[in-house]
């Protein structure tokens, strides 16, 4: 019996386990229902680090230099840089085909930046400022939820 790595078994689970998650986006595709998914599976700040790749990708595309992209974005210059040497060797060819032409990036990249101030900055704890409006927001949302549960068994 051939000897098989580790890291080798690492990578056809990994390869396997990504294949079973785009199955499950192709099939909410289908049904009309990817953004409901996609809704329901991202938090918000995953929402926005999203945005953020792809308006990355968008201004790589338009040949703006890395130090503007990170300026506009709020983003680590060394994290532009990063995905601009991908950019480069090719690696997100099927995101600028199947992605970026059909949708009008523009409009992302300009959400993006003029947020309405809730944009974290850069920096380390950039992101505490979203994460704890988020945690607010959730623990207001499971105390009326009780609350209301409590008034409707009181009935």
Do not use: C
């Not at 970026?100 to 505490?128: A, E, Y």
């Amino acid at each position: 019996m051939p000897h098989i790595s580790k890291r080798k078994l690492e990578e056809k689970y990994i390869r396997d386990l990504f294949g079973e998650i785009v199955f499950v986006f192709e099939r909410a595709g289908r049904r009309g229902e990817l953004k409901q998914v996609l809704n329901q599976l991202l938090t918000s700040t995953e929402k926005v680090m999203l945005a953020k790749r792809l308006a990355v990708i968008a201004m790589l595309a338009r040949d703006i230099p890395i130090h503007d992209i990170a300026k506009s974005l709020s983003m680590s210059p060394s994290t532009v840089d990063i995905m601009s040497l991908k950019f480069e060797t090719e690696s997100y060819s099927h995101v600028v085909k199947s992605g970026l032409k059909k949708t009008d990036i523009g409009d992302i990249i300009r959400m993006i930046q003029t947020v309405g101030g809730i944009m974290p900055s850069m920096g380390k704890g950039r992101w505490k400022f979203l994460d704890d409006s988020l945690r607010k927001e959730r623990i207001a949302s499971r105390i009326k939820a009780l609350e209301k549960k409590r008034k409707i068994g009181k009935k």
